[in-house]
Every structure is written in structure tokens, then in C-alpha cells.
């Protein structure tokens, strides 16, 4: 339901606490976390609230003051944003976490403060949304926004993702995207507090068979330094494996048991050709066994945890 025409909402400036009686309640909350961006966090605010502004949805702008030691608050603040204060840096994931814990929309939007995204291109993903549970803004692998030394990985890692899933993902970790909140809640305590984030809220809901529509925008070079270092490829491979174990754990354990069962086949054959059953073999058929059983009991409790039985 839309509320007044193009109506940003102004709120005071909040600390670390946010007071529930304060928080307005709008079509439309923009969450952007922002670490050490003083430069590019004030012209985006003001982006975003020119693209809604020239929409019918009633929209609120919230910055998510990770700790930065520079003037990324009071830029974002008197550029028009609600600004919430982290303490100290608690990462992006934890970020977007605070700052939609903070707000009441039907629709949430991320973006970042490095200019990176094209706060214009919200208007146009909201055109999608109604019918959608997730609307990504995909970037194409050239991306100017991509450092070329990133690419291979980042191909990696959503082809690993997409077999995983059952689905193709055109951009795994895209940090512009509108979600319906109702959708959103269900998964935010899984969410990790890293830049872990989107990657994770992307394979919950394919997972679980949301729809989810991938809208391609074309992106800028970021202003300022990257936060993302080399050793995050690690936890975003780990990430991976870790939500699909969570939501489809046979597309893991299946594969890896008919893997060693056909690496037992193997020996046995050479086994019986040299007439000399090996404990290779056996051992190979055993785990296999093994690990098809506890991927099948994986899924079980999978199951059980996405659909509870009614009482």
C-alpha cells in the first residue's frame, strides 16, 4: 500500500538505540551501511532521494554508521539521511542487519555509500518488485565496478553457486537489490555479519523457491578504497557450502557419495582382475554409504526446519 506521494521521511538522528515510537513507516527504506565513506556517502543519499522522490512510494533513507573514524555520519545526516551510529566497525552484514531492524517498509533496498551502484536504477527495480520477492541489480561479469583481479574468482564462485542452487545467478553478490521484508525476516538471523551478506540472502531464497528476478544495471567505479580483501574468497566459498548444506544438502553429499562409490567400483574391478580384493575398495564402498546416509538425514532435518509440522 502506498502511503503520501514521493514523501521522504525526516527522523532526528539516532544513536546507538532506536526508539520504536520514532520510526516511521513507509512503502519504501533505503538501508546503506558506510565505513569510512565521507566522500561518496552524501552525494549518494541525495541520489536516492531524488530517484524516489519522483516515485509514489513513501520511502525513508537510513545510513548505517559502521564505526567510521572519518565524517561519514554528519555527511549522510546533512545530506538527509537517518543516520544510525555503530560503536565500533561490525561489519557490512551486521550493518544492514542494524539498519533493517531499525526501519518498517514493505520493501527494503540495499545500495552502498561508494557511488559504486546507480541509486537511479531503484525506481526501476521497484517496478518488478510487486510480483517478486527479491529484485537484484546484476551486474555483468566486465563490470567496471569489478576489479579485473576479482573476476575469476567471482566466476568462480557463482558457477559453484548456481549448480549448487539449481539456478543460474548472473551476480551472487550484488549489493543493490530490493526485497519484500516479509520474505527478508524469515532469513535475517542466518544472515552473517560479514560482506557474506548477499551472497547469503541470494541462496536462501533460491533455495527455498522464491522468486527472485535479476534486473541488469550498469555500475561506476567505486569512490575510495575496497573493504574486501583476498582472504574474503575463503569465507564466501565456505559461505556457500554452508547455505546449501543448510537448505539442499543432497546437491553436496549425493555427488561426493556417488564419487568415492565410483572410485570403490574402480579398485574393485582392478581388484578382481589381479584377484586381490583390497581394503581400498571396501573403504571407498563404506563411505560412500556413509555419506549418503547423513546427507539423506541432512536433508531430513533440513526439512523439518523449513517446514515445521502444524500442531
Known amino acids: 500500500m502506498l502511503h503520501a506521494s514521493g514523501a521522504s521521511v525526516a527522523v532526528a538522528t539516532m544513536d546507538a538505540t532506536v526508539a520504536a515510537d520514532v520510526v516511521p513507516e513507509v512503502d519504501v527504506a533505503v538501508v546503506i551501511p558506510a565505513y569510512n565513506e565521507a566522500d561518496g556517502v552524501g552525494p549518494i543519499v541525495t541520489r536516492v532521494r531524488d530517484a524516489l522522490g519522483a516515485t509514489p512510494y513513501s520511502f525513508d533513507v537510513v545510513v548505517v554508521d559502521d564505526g567510521s573514524t572519518d565524517t561519514t555520519a554528519l555527511e549522510a545526516e546533512v545530506h538527509g539521511a537517518r543516520v544510525i551510529r555503530q560503536d565500533q566497525n561490525r561489519g557490512y552484514g551486521a550493518a544492514l542487519k542494524r539498519g533493517i531492524n531499525a526501519t518498517r517498509s514493505e520493501f527494503v533496498v540495499i545500495t552502498d555509500a561508494d557511488g559504486t551502484y546507480p541509486p537511479e536504477q531503484i525506481a ?64 535475517l538471523d542466518l544472515l552473517p555479519s560479514g560482506f557474506s551478506f548477499t551472497s547469503t540472502i541470494t541462496l536462501s531464497m533460491l533455495c527455498t523457491d522464491h522468486k527472485v528476478k535479476y534486473v541488469p544495471v550498469t555500475c561506476a567505479p567505486r569512490v575510495g578504497s575496497s573493504k574486501i580483501r583476498a582472504r574474503d574468497f575463503q569465507a564466501f566459498l565456505l559461505l556457500v ?47 560412500a554409504v556413509i555419506v549418503w546416509s547423513v546427507g539423506l538425514l541432512a536433508d531430513m532435518i533440513s526439512r523439518l526446519q523449513l517446514n515445521p509440522p502444524r500442531r
Not at 518488478?128 to 563490470?143: I, K, P
Not at 559453484?160 to 524469515?186: C, E, F, K, Q, W
Not at 568415492?260 to 571407498?284: C, H, P, Q, R
Open 241 to 287: 557450502l554452508r547455505t546449501i548444506v543448510l537448505f539442499n544438502p543432497l546437491k553436496i553429499f549425493l555427488p561426493l557419495g556417488t564419487f568415492l562409490f565410483g572410485i570403490g567400483t574402480a579398485k574393485l574391478i582392478y581388484d578382481v582382475f589381479l584377484w586381490n580384493l583390497s581394503e581400498t575398495a571396501v573403504m571407498a564402498f563404506l563411505s
Open 124 to 187: 526501476v527495480l521497484l517496478r518488478y518488485a510487486e510480483g517478486q520477492d527479491m529484485v537484484v541489480g546484476s551486474r555483468e561479469r566486465t563490470d567496471v565496478s569489478i576489479p579485473v583481479i576479482r573476476r575469476p574468482a567471482k566466476r568462480f564462485l557463482g558457477l559453484l553457486a548456481s549448480y549448487l542452487s539449481g539456478h543460474h545467478i548472473p551476480d551472487l553478490n550484488s549489493g543493490l537489490r530490493v526485497m519484500r521484508r516479509t520474505v527478508l525476516m524469515r532469513f
